[in-house]
């Protein structure tokens, strides 16, 4: 497997600001990490596939200047959610692909409130 | 496109109880099946997987079979207890891809 950690776990912000969430892989080198958003009543909506040293790839619908991805290490993606609104507040989820293993393995999940 | 069905949830059960939540898929080729679960206030665990057909994938006392015939992979407990109360996703991988496509989730609720 491998293990994945999210910082922060939870934020609040004012309407307005901007707000960055770490993913971090930190067992191995990953190449390919995943950004999720997770909205009321539980679906899962894939937000883009960030690859280390190029730019992400976003998912239709998914405003690119509006979420940030920044994939400049192995074991670093950052997602930066630029000028924040109430309707942004919801819980984000990364996972990271592990070459080999077909399968992703999936981070705590940041909560973000946006007042 | 690819896509995966889960059953609509919540699901309400009491300890002990069978438990079925039904997951089909439609997908080109032979993708690879798990099921995710997702605690409260948690990300997502892998609770199992299966990577070809006639496959069993079992982990914590879950049970799924990948059935190509009926393209699914229905996920099984025979006695469920209150710890088992989350969010179960049906999901699948195809071509060697990393990228998932879910099911919409279900919701479990056990009752002592």
């Known amino acids: 497997g491998a293990v994945v950690s999210q910082h922060p776990s939870r934020v609040i912000c004012k309407s307005g600001t901007s707000v960055k969430i770490e993913c971090r892989s930190l067992?191995?080198?990953?190449?390919?990490m995943f950004w999720y958003r997770q909205f009321p009543k539980q679906s899962l909506m894939l937000m883009a596939t960030s690859n280390e040293g190029s730019k992400a790839t976003y998912e239709q619908g998914v405003e690119k200047d509006k979420f940030l991805i920044n994939h400049a290490s192995l074991t670093l993606s950052t997602l930066t959610v630029t000028s924040a609104h109430p309707e942004d507040s919801s819980f984000y989820i990364c996972?990271?692909?592990?070459?080999?293993?077909?399968?992703?393995?999936f981070g705590p999940g940041t909560r973000l409130t946006v007042l | 496109g690819d896509s995966v069905t889960q059953m609509e949830g919540p699901v309400t059960l009491s300890e002990e109880a069978f438990l079925t939540i039904n997951c089909t898929y439609t997908?080109?080729?032979?993708?690879?099946l798990f099921w995710y679960v997702q605690y409260p206030g948690e990300g997502l665990q892998l609770l199992l997987k299966a990577t070809k057909a006639d496959d069993k994938g079992s982990n914590k006392g879950f049970e799924a079979t990948y059935r190509k015939e009926t393209t699914s992979f229905h996920l099984e407990k025979g006695s469920v207890q209150v710890s088992d109360s989350a969010v179960y996703f049906c999901a699948l991988t195809w071509g060697g891809s990393e990228k998932l496509v879910f099911g919409k989730g279900t919701k479990l609720t056990v009752n002592p």
């Open positions: 067992d191995f080198q990953a190449t390919t």
């Open positions: 996972s990271v692909g592990r070459g080999g293993y077909n399968e992703q393995f």
């Open positions: 997908a080109t080729g032979y993708p690879s």
